[in-house]
């Protein structure tokens, strides 16, 4: 009768695979452009033009702080593909860029964030 004999190495190669595997298999489902909301509001998530703007603004304000304010009034439009492009207000006489993100009206799904010049 044949023996195996499994080395601990090789168990963890095997388990860290795994591991990797599952994990972009969840990454991968995540905003995914193909998903298709089977559930929710009729209007969407982001129904106005005053939500996706709170929601620009909680994520802007997290990543580049509480400066971001001073680009205030924030905009929101919505575009043919039902997604919202909200971007800040340069005020006269300054350079620079203002923050803008792009946000799927249907489920909430920040597809883009940034600052624009």
Request: glycine fraction near 10%; proline fraction near 3%; charge should be positive.
């Amino acid at each position: 009768m044949r023996q195996y004999r499994f080395d601990k190495g090789r168990i963890f190669v095997i388990f860290a695979v795994l591991a990797l595997v599952s994990v972009i298999a969840c990454l991968q489902t995540s905003c995914s452009s193909e998903e298709v909301a089977t559930y929710g509001p009729k209007d969407g998530i982001v129904p106005d033009s005053l939500t996706a703007v709170r929601i620009a603004e909680a994520i802007w304000s997290a990543r580049y702080g509480r400066v971001i304010l001073d680009r205030r009034p924030f905009k929101a439009q919505l575009k043919q593909d039902d997604v919202w492009f909200v971007q800040g207000t340069l005020r006269e006489g300054y350079l620079g860029g203002v923050p803008v993100a792009e946000i799927r009206k249907e489920d909430g799904c920040v597809l883009r964030i940034g600052h624009g010049l």
